[in-house]
């Protein structure tokens, strides 16, 4: 019988005997979150640190993090239903755009609540299950970001320098299956990771995760084993998903840059250029926070310095996508207004509706 560490170790580097290793884990896993603790330590829950050395009253900052939430919700949910009521936006690049907002919603779902309920709270406690939970999510929506963003630089490749062949290439069908991947991709790799975290030993009960969500680096420092293998491949898996969608999207604006660089005008170049800005934006934001939390070998660094690098990736990209997207694209913010003003027409119909109903009764 292999001893406990080897087990978890092998999963997680995809040396298991092949099917029935992986189920009974997984069950384990499972048995282990019913509990709602880790059977090998008796942990239950942890101590989410929250905010490091600000001199702000928590007050203060809870008024700040729910504004932020709440534009990132309004702002994404806006997206998503604007980009399926109007027809004019059912493109691939819009519904790709849908699907962004969508992660975004659910990533920071994933994350804020939670942070806002402590600024609220004496206690900064998260039971080990929600913890494990949080990580999972935090990480497979994260992978499926990095995979749909190279999705949409190679959109953009295909609109812009083959545009005869884009309508076929990039047909509804296709959109669906790009799609569905990128949300499997993100899915499948994060699992393996989760496994062995959640079959860790953790030194004692009521440890101080020094962060304001269960993120990798601070949950693997409270191990009471050596995890340097994780280590390494939480490093592997990061590289692979993240630079890799990173080459993609380089490539594909690399080619777009030429293409551009050829079209006579100097208008025809700005027109080009202003479709893929706003793309850009997100992705310098986005790969390179990640880049510099996730693509290192080591999970250590300065709690401050992790604690605002993660605040990118968390509160200021999905708050700047929807603006980013929406405010600098005339087609949406027509859509916007149409949908706008078909509300309000239609609540205002409601209200004469109404009105005249409660007349007919009183007379």
């Not at 499972?30 to 929250?50: P, R």
């Not at 087609?331 to 027409?345: G, I, P, Q």
């Amino acid at each position: 019988m292999p001893h406990h560490d080897e087990i978890r170790f092998r999963i997680v580097l995809g040396k298991t005997r092949p099917h029935r290793d992986y189920v009974h884990v997984v069950a384990q896993v499972g048995k282990v979150m019913a509990l709602g603790g880790n059977q090998s330590s008796g942990v239950t829950e942890f101590i989410l640190a929250g905010v490091p050395n600000l001199n702000s009253t928590k007050g203060e900052l809870f008024s700040v993090f729910l504004l932020v939430y709440l534009l990132t919700l309004t702002g994404n949910v806006l997206i998503v239903g604007v980009v399926g009521a109007d027809t004019r936006l059912q493109t691939p690049m819009y519904f790709f755009l849908g699907n962004l907002s969508c992660l975004e919603i659910l990533l920071t779902s994933v994350i804020i609540p939670k942070m806002l309920s402590n600024f609220l709270s004496r206690q900064h406690t998260i039971s080990f299950a929600a913890c494990i939970t949080q990580f999972y999510f935090y990480f497979f929506l994260g992978a499926s970001e990095f995979l749909l963003l190279a999705v949409m630089s190679v959109d953009r490749y295909l609109a812009i320098c083959h545009p005869l062949q884009y309508p076929l290439l990039m047909s509804g069908a296709v959109c669906l299956r790009v799609a569905s991947a990128c949300w499997v991709g993100g899915l499948l790799p994060v699992l393996g990771p989760t496994v062995a975290v959640a079959l860790l030993p953790f030194c004692k009960q009521d440890a101080v995760v020094q962060h304001f969500f269960c993120d990798s680096g601070p949950l693997l420092r409270l191990a009471c084993t050596n995890t340097k293998k994780l280590e390494e491949t939480d490093f592997i898996l990061a590289s692979l998903v993240i630079v890799s969608s990173l080459v993609i999207t380089a490539a594909s604006y690399g080619r777009i840059a030429l293409a551009v660089l050829r079209i006579p005008s100097a208008s025809g170049r700005q027109k080009a250029f202003s479709t893929c800005t706003s793309h850009l934006m997100v992705v310098t934001l986005f790969y390179g926070s990640a880049i510099f939390l996730y693509v290192r070998p080591s999970q250590s660094g300065s709690v401050e310095t992790n604690w605002a690098v993660t605040v990118v990736t968390t509160f200021v990209t999905p708050l700047l996508n929807p603006f980013i997207y929406a405010l600098r694209n005339e087609r949406v913010k027509e859509a916007l207004k149409d949908l706008l003003r078909k509300v309000v027409e239609g609540f205002g119909g409601d209200l004469l509706l109404a009105k005249s109903f409660n007349q007919k009764i009183m007379t």
